[in-house]
Structure formats: structure tokens, C-alpha cells
């Protein structure tokens, strides 16, 4: 079969990432089968450009990997979804071929996406087994019924097959066919993605990591990590790998064993990954920084014990307190991102958690009002949550000028087109929020307060 595999993405900020889970489903399709990689990142006009390839491929099957269904910085995604009903309206007026869709995006709320976007076929989950299975059935037009996860229509309604009664051993997996990724994502970005296992056991109240992977943590083998990477390190135009797992030291003794094949093999390249608060540690700090990271992002979701309680978080405010003596005293420059205004929270929770957040001083904070993603598909449940997400906005907005180390993505308060533009014009890499404050936290902006009277 001819296969044509669409990465609807869009987003470039702060960086235009390669369609990693698509790469990774594209290197288990089968030899006998032709692949073509259409990419709409890049492109100034997506339909025109998927219209274009798909009359010149014509394909036997089109694929979507649909990342995400909210933007970047959290304010919303009612235009996503339109915007993939715009791409599922182009395929059909040019095409017969069937349509299948999944990625992380879609594994968040499947069936309502199947109802919504109306394709044949969708995989919720992970792809890798799936998708080749799924191909087997196409070609033989029976065993639909037995792949994990498989949505489908039949006589108009949507069926939904059980999940696969296991989760995929990461230590069989082929790695990412990056032979068919843009070269621009390096050309331009400079950063590349590396993953080291699967699965999260957290129990997050509003965490998709777990509907997208499971609970259950696989891992790679420290070795082969390194061997990736170390091909990344060769690539002309990668300068940064971000590793993407949902939380890097979980388990620690792998991110341990992970930082230690590094420092072994001498590793320069330069890496940033996602840190929980819980199993963080001297030894991992010092690992970590002999190893080259660059930086750590921390999901610290809120400077108030009550909501980190009903988040579910499994940490308190004292946890965060020590990453970050920790991140100072190892010179691993600390980003928290702080989800404020979520679901139970008022506007008083939303000051404890800004307080907190003055008197922490991280290298950096993003700040962002909680969007529920299900505000895409509820107009009156979003017009519900706007109120307090304008508030929140408000008082972030009277208070941007006196703490300079917060990103405020929603405001564009360093988190905007042209500044990170700036920052690589100078030649700067990887996950931008490290140079908004140069190598050593301005410790002078600690004593600055809090003005907490939002404007009406």
C-alpha cells in the first residue's frame, strides 16, 4: 500500500518540534509498504500543501498523527479541532482513500474526536503494534475486532476495541525513522527529541501522560539511550535534545544509570528534560550536571499544599522548595510551570500559589491559566471557566514588569515569535527559557512583592 502520513502540527512555539510519535510509527510499517512524510509545519498554506501531495502520492491509506488539542500555552483549542476538520474536509474532497487517525492529541478524548472529525479508522494509544496490524487488516479486510485500541464505524456507529493486554517493551522498538523528518526542524530549531522509556504511575488529577502510555513504566536500556544520542550529537545542525519522557526521574535509579552511561561516554551535548520533585536527590543533581544538562522543567502546578493535595500531585510546596536548593547548590537551572485557576480553585488559591512563587524564585516560572480540554467541545463549560482566566490574566499582567524571570505565554511576556527569534539570531539553543536570566538567578527580584489587586 501506498501510505501517506500526515503531521497536522503547527506549532512552532517556543520550538517547532519533529512529529516524534509519527516517526516512531512510521519506522514499524512494514518494508513492502511506500511511506510519504507530509509535513504541515512549515507550510504557509496546510490545505493547499496536503491537497497538492496527496493528488501527487495518491495514496491507499492517509494517516494523521494529531498531536495536541490545546495550544502551547494554554489558551485554548477550539481552533485546533477546527483546524483538523479543515484537514479532514481536504482529505476527503481529495481522495477515496480511507482515513485513519491517532497520536497524543487524539488518545486524550478519542471517541469524541471520532464523533467530531468523522474518520474511518482511529488508534488511541500507543501505535507501533497496532498500526502494522492495522495495515494487515485493511489489506485482508478482516481481524479489526482484535486490535487493541481501534476505533471504527460500522452501520454509522462508533465501535471501540478493548486496549492490547500489554504495553509495548520499549527495548524492542525500532527507533524513530528520522530519515523522513523535515530538515528544518534542525535547520531552524536546533533541538532534537529523545525518549528513554514509557509509562507513568503518577496519579495527576488531570495528567494525560497515563491515557496516552499507561501507568506501567517501561524502560530502555541506558546503552542504547546513549547510542541515540550520541547520533544526535553527530547531526550537523542538532545542538539540544530535549528527552521527552513524562518525567525523566521516574524511576530514579534509571535516570541514574542513564546520566552515569553519559558522564562514561563523555557526552557534550547539551539536554533538558521533565523532573518531578518526588525521587529527586543530591546524587541525581550531581549526575545530572556532570552528565550536561542544561536544565530541568518541573511541573510544580501550584505554590498552595490544598491543590497540590486535590491535583493529586503527591508532593507538597516543601518538596518543590527542596528541588530547587537543590538546582542552586548544582547549577541545573530550575523551570516550574505553574497551572493557575484549576478545576476547585478560586481566585484566593490563585494568590497563595503567586506568593509562593515570589518567595521560591526559580530560574524561571511559566504561568498559565488552566484550560479544561474539554472547553474544545463545550462552548458553555468554556464561557464558564473565561472568568477566572481573565482575572488571572489581569493580575499577572499588573505584576509582568516586576518579576522579569516569569514566561506568561498567554500575555507573550517572554514567550513570543520575534523574542525567541532574538535569542537564536545570537546563536542561543535549546528550551529558551534558560537565557532569560543569563547563568545565575537575579536574586535582587526576591524581595519584591506580590501586587494583588487585580484591576476590575
Not at 41 to 49: G, L, R, S, T
Not at 315 to 336: N, S
Not at 417 to 441: M, V
Request: charged share 25%.
Amino acid at each position: 500500500m501506498r501510505i501517506a502520513l500526515v503531521s497536522g502540527n503547527r506549532e512552532k512555539l517556543p520550538d517547532a518540534v519533529i512529529p516524534f510519535g509519527l516517526l516512531y510509527v512510521a519506522a514499524s510499517i512494514p518494508e513492502k509498504h511506500s511511506r510519504k512524510m507530509i509535513d504541515l509545519c512549515f507550510e504557509d498554506d496546510p490545505k493547499a500543501a496536503l491537497a497538492a501531495q496527496l493528488r501527487e502520492f495518491e495514496p491507499d491509506l492517509v494517516a494523521i498523527g494529531m498531536r495536541n488539542i490545546q495550544n502551547t500555552d494554554y489558551s485554548g483549542m477550539t481552533n485546533i479541532v477546527n483546524y483538523y476538520r479543515e484537514l479532514m474536509n481536504t482529505i476527503r474532497d481529495t481522495t477515496q482513500a480511507p482515513v485513519i487517525i491517532g497520536g497524543s492529541g487524539f488518545s486524550v478524548i478519542p471517541s469524541e474526536l471520532m464523533e467530531t472529525l468523522r474518520p474511518d479508522f482511529g488508534i488511541s494509544g500507543e501505535s507501533e503494534e497496532a498500526f502494522p496490524a492495522f495495515l494487515m487488516a485493511l489489506e485482508t479486510n478482516e481481524g479489526f475486532d482484535k486490535i487493541g485500541n481501534l476505533f471504527r464505524f460500522e452501520d454509522g456507529l462508533l465501535l471501540k476495541n478493548p486496549p492490547p493486554p500489554d504495553f509495548i517493551d520499549m527495548r524492542t522498538l525500532p527507533r524513530p525513522d528520522r530519515s523522513l523528518a523535515d530538515p528544518r526542524y534542525s535547520e531552524q530549531f536546533g533541538i532534537e527529541s529523545l525518549q528513554t522509556k514509557r509509562g507513568c504511575p503518577l496519579q495527576c488529577d488531570y495528567c494525560t501522560y497515563p491515557i496516552i502510555e499507561g501507568r506501567v513504566g517501561r524502560t530502555r536500556e541506558a546503552a542504547d539511550i546513549v547510542d541515540e544520542l550520541e547520533f544526535l550529537s553527530g547531526q550537523p545542525n542538532v545542538h539540544h535534545v530535549f528527552i521527552v519522557d513524562s518525567v525523566f526521574n521516574l524511576p530514579r535509579t534509571h535516570a541514574k544509570s542513564v546520566c552515569r552511561e553519559m558522564i562514561d561516554r563523555g557526552n557534550t551535548m547539551p539536554w533538558t528534560c521533565y523532573i518531578n520533585p518526588l525521587g529527586f536527590d543530591a546524587e541525581l543533581a550531581s549526575l545530572m550536571q556532570r552528565a550536561g544538562c542544561a536544565g530541568m522543567e518541573v511541573g510544580s502546578d501550584s505554590g498552595y499544599d490544598p491543590v497540590l493535595k486535590r491535583l493529586r500531585k503527591g508532593f507538597t510546596t516543601q518538596h518543590i522548595r527542596d528541588l530547587h536548593a537543590l538546582a542552586l547548590e548544582y547549577d541545573v537551572p530550575d523551570c516550574h510551570t505553574f497551572l493557575l485557576g484549576t478545576p476547585s480553585e478560586d481566585f484566593d488559591d490563585v494568590l497563595r500559589s503567586l506568593e509562593f512563587i515570589v518567595d521560591l524564585d526559580p530560574f524561571t516560572a511559566i504561568l498559565m491559566a488552566w484550560v479544561d480540554d474539554y472547553e474544545a467541545l463545550d462552548p458553555e463549560l468554556a464561557k464558564r471557566r473565561l472568568a477566572l482566566r481573565e482575572k488571572i490574566h489581569r493580575i499577572l499582567d499588573d505584576n509582568k514588569n516586576d518579576f522579569p524571570w516569569w514566561a506568561i505565554p498567554a500575555l507573550e511576556v517572554n514567550y513570543a515569535p520575534e523574542l525567541f527569534k532574538t535569542l537564536r539570531e545570537h546563536g542561543l539553543h535549546g528550551p529558551l527559557w534558560q537565557h532569560l536570566r543569563g547563568r545565575a538567578p537575579a536574586r535582587a527580584h526576591r524581595r519584591k512583592r506580590l501586587r494583588a489587586t487585580a484591576k476590575p
